[in-house]
Every structure is written in structure tokens, then in C-alpha cells.
């Protein structure tokens, strides 16, 4: 059973910056897409940014050129480097390894990790 474990989320204040991490239970060369979601209080999850097995990054609107995701193979983790944080950033978030199967696509999540952002 693959694990993911996060961490990093902190209370900071605005315009502030964090990074969290996300450690597979496994070779992160193994899963397609890894990516960062979040879960605000009353909303929808959503999509922040995902990396894939060859490095292809994207990233929602309201995050682009504040935040970064990258990888570290070695350690299989992946990151979500987070500046110029915004009282709206606050949320729940999530890592998802999704793995691309002849069957469909596997997704396998973590347990999350809070970020609050305060002015």
C-alpha cells in the first residue's frame, strides 16, 4: 500500500513563505504525476500544482510565480515551496501521487497538512 505522508504546514503570516514536503513510501519514479491540492474550509479541493515523471510543471492561476514544486528523486519527496503567502492560501494541503495503469489511473493520497495564513 503506497504512503504519503506530508509535512511542513505552519501558521505564518502574510507574505510569509513555507515549504512542504511529501515522502512517498516508495520510488516517486513509480507514479506518472505528483502533484499539491488544497482544501479551504466550505470549498472544493483543488488543483495548487503537480510535477510529472519528466519534469512537466503546472500550477493554478492564483498560485503561479509564488509557488514551486519540484522533486528530489533520492528521497523520493516531492515539495511545494510557498511564498508570498496570502490570507486566501489558508487550507488543507494534500499531496497526490497518481500512477497510470493499463486498468486506469491509480491516485493515492496523503493525510494532509494545515497551512494558515494570518495578517
Known amino acids: 500500500q503506497v504512503q504519503l505522508v506530508e509535512s511542513g504546514g505552519d501558521l505564518v503570516q502574510v507574505g510569509g513563505s513555507l515549504r512542504l514536503s511529501c515522502v512517498a513510501s516508495?520510488?516517486?519514479?513509480?507514479?506518472?504525476?505528483m502533484g499539491w491540492y488544497r482544501q479551504a474550509p466550505g470549498k472544493q479541493r483543488e488543483l495548487v500544482a503537480h510535477?510529472?515523471?519528466?519534469?512537466?510543471?503546472n500550477y493554478a492561476d492564483s498560485v503561479k510565480g509564488r509557488y514551486t514544486i519540484y522533486r528530489d528523486n533520492t528521497k523520493n519527496t516531492v515539495y511545494l515551496q510557498m511564498n508570498s503567502l496570502k490570507l486566501e492560501d489558508t487550507a488543507v494541503y494534500y499531496c497526490?501521487?497518481?500512477?497510470?495503469?493499463?486498468?486506469?489511473?491509480?491516485?493515492?493520497w496523503g493525510q494532509g497538512t494545515q497551512v494558515t495564513v494570518s495578517s
Open positions: 497526490k501521487a497518481t500512477r497510470i495503469t493499463t486498468l486506469g489511473g491509480l491516485d493515492y
Open positions: 516508495e520510488s516517486i519514479f513509480s507514479f506518472n504525476v
Open positions: 510535477i510529472t515523471s519528466t519534469g512537466s510543471r
